[in-house]
């Protein structure tokens, strides 16, 4: 149920199975269980880059990833 597969479904793919099974099929039709396994994850970017501008002047802010919540509360100051 955890992959959306409703309990009751499976059991009717062993019974179809079960009454399918000949003792020399050609193509199998039996149910084959498969292990299944998180996505991996997106890779990160190193850092966060932060443009500002204000005139003719502009600053470029890089921060690191991991510190990502100081970066926040940093910004959150800048612009108040």
Known sequence: MSHGI???????WRLVDRKAQSPTPMVSNRFVPVQMTDAPALP??????????????AVTITWPVVAAADCATWLRELLR
């Open 44 to 57: 990160s970017p190193a850092d966060i880059q932060i443009q500002l501008h204000r005139g003719p002047t």
């Open 6 to 12: 409703n309990a009751n479904i499976v059991h009717r």
